[in-house]
Structure formats: structure tokens, C-alpha cells
């Protein structure tokens, strides 16, 4: 069997290394994301700190969120906080 390794980059990045941006939701740290471009990523990693967020649909990506502290609202409903 031949074993081969690839050619691209490992990317490392804390957020604290992060650049850092406000946005619809809050603020994001761009773990991974458009200034990564030439490193063939196929998607993007954002931390977002959510402060202020307001109701809104991409035409063209999907969000997917990890709850890491709090609460979750999405339309109608909202995840409870943890026991």
C-alpha cells in the first residue's frame, strides 16, 4: 500500500491570534476563513461572540452554531440553558 502526504498547509490559529470583525450577530474572530483562501479551504470556522444579533438568511451558505455558553434562539424556538 503507498502511503502519501499532502501538500497542503496545516493551519493552526487560536482565537486570541485571530483577526477579528463585527458582524450581524456579534463579534467573529475568523478562525478560518477569506484570508485563508489560498490554502484550499472548503469551509469557514468563525468564533462568534454573539452581542446584539439580528434576524437574517444567507441566499447561498448555511450557518451551523456550537453552543458553547447560554442560550440558542432560532425563530420560535429556544434552546434552553443546561442544568
Known amino acids: 500500500m503507498k502511503t502519501t502526504t499532502s501538500a497542503l498547509p ?4 487560536h ?3 485571530a483577526p ?5 450577530c456579534g463579534w467573529r ?6 484570508q485563508d483562501k489560498d490554502a484550499s479551504i472548503a469551509a ?3 468564533a462568534v461572540d454573539i452581542d446584539g444579533a439580528r434576524e437574517h438568511y444567507h441566499k447561498r451558505s ?3 452554531y456550537y ?4 442560550e440558542f434562539r432560532q425563530g420560535w424556538f429556544t434552546a434552553p440553558k443546561a442544568a
Not at 10 to 13: E, K, N, P
Not at 67 to 70: C, E, F, I, P, T
Request: no cysteine.
Open 15 to 17: 482565537e486570541s491570534e
Open 44 to 46: 469557514w470556522a468563525h
Open 10 to 13: 496545516i493551519l493552526i490559529r
Open 67 to 70: 453552543v458553547l455558553d447560554g
Open 62 to 64: 448555511t450557518e451551523l
Open 29 to 34: 474572530h475568523l478562525l478560518i476563513s477569506r
Open 20 to 24: 477579528k470583525e463585527r458582524s450581524t
